[in-house]
């Protein structure tokens, strides 16, 4: 059986640099979630039968009243650091994916990256021990920011599959259209990066807001997370918007000068380690929670 660990090694490459300056108990359940959500994943991007059956067994599980839901995450959800309910709104959002995902408008682009990313925000935020509840804002703003940049960076993956995740009333394209561009349609997914871009920016902008709701050391390894992720939007503009040809990574050297700079913020700037309890509201404007709970 392939270890938690080298799921995020082999498939998150990013996540798992940060995730090496977790403590050793952070590490195992995060890597634990991660597996789940990878396979979750797996489920609607490759070749399984029964797509909806098998994510409709997961629901099935999660919401039985059993001790034993016979899940790897299930002594996360038995020692309360995971709610069912954002595993639950995970599944909405990948549910999503089993058709072609039809994101119109803005706000619809948000809501599936609070599905699929800002519930897994939530639920890392709890693992690493946040203990007020209010920081779940700015995890929720955390993964919403990292699921845009996956979907700026993945443009020409996702058309190979059948998905555009970029809103139509921002550009009206189909997935042959980014496979294999005409110079218009090259400047019209310039334009639609930059948006996508710059509308992450202000959800990392806030969730930088939220560090201090977390444990010291997970505040660190989040911190770098946060930077090397950012650092992927970065270099798609500062490369002439290679996600149109490519998929766009951030390389170990890189990375390292990631880690410098976020050392020297940790130990510099005092702000990082406050509780803001001022979350800009109209950033979860459009959440539209199958489970709702607030935070604020």
Not at 145 to 168: C, F, H, W
Not at 194 to 214: C, N, Q, R, T
Request: proline share 3%.
């Amino acid at each position: 059986m392939i270890s938690n660990s080298y799921s995020i090694k082999k498939n998150s490459k990013s996540f798992f640099f940060a995730s090496l300056f977790l403590n050793k108990q952070n590490f195992e359940d995060c890597a634990n979630l991660y597996k789940f959500c990878r396979y979750v994943d797996d489920i609607v991007d490759n070749d399984y039968k029964n797509k909806e059956i098998l994510i409709r067994n997961i629901e099935k599980k999660l919401l039985s009243k059993r001790k034993e839901r016979n899940l790897n995450i299930s002594y996360l959800i038995k020692n309360k650091k995971l709610r069912v309910e954002s595993l639950l709104e995970l599944l909405e959002g990948v549910k999503l994916d089993l058709d072609a995902p039809s994101i119109k408008q803005k706000q619809d682009l948000i809501n599936y990256s609070y599905l699929v990313a800002g519930s897994v925000g939530v639920m890392m935020s709890s693992i690493l021990g946040c203990k007020d509840k209010y920081g779940y804002n700015y995890a929720i703003d955390l993964g919403i920011a990292m699921q845009l940049t996956n979907i700026a960076r993945d443009i020409l993956e996702d058309a190979k599959m059948g998905r555009v995740y970029i809103p139509s009333s921002w550009i009206n394209i189909k997935c042959k259209d980014i496979t294999k561009p005409t110079p218009k349609n090259i400047a019209d997914l310039k334009v639609a990066t930059s948006k996508l871009i710059d509308l992450s920016e202000k959800y990392y902008e806030s969730a930088m807001h939220g560090l201090g709701f977390l444990p010291f050391r997970a505040r660190y390894a989040i911190l770098i997370a946060l930077k090397v992720y950012r650092h992927i939007g970065i270099k798609i503009l500062k490369n002439d918007f290679s996600n149109i040809n490519c998929r766009e990574r951030v390389n170990p050297i890189e990375k390292i000068f990631c880690l410098i700079q976020c050392t020297f913020m940790f130990f510099t700037c005092p702000q990082i380690h406050l509780k803001k309890y001022t979350h800009e509201i109209t950033l979860h404007k459009y959440l539209k929670k199958k489970y709702p709970t607030t935070y604020e």
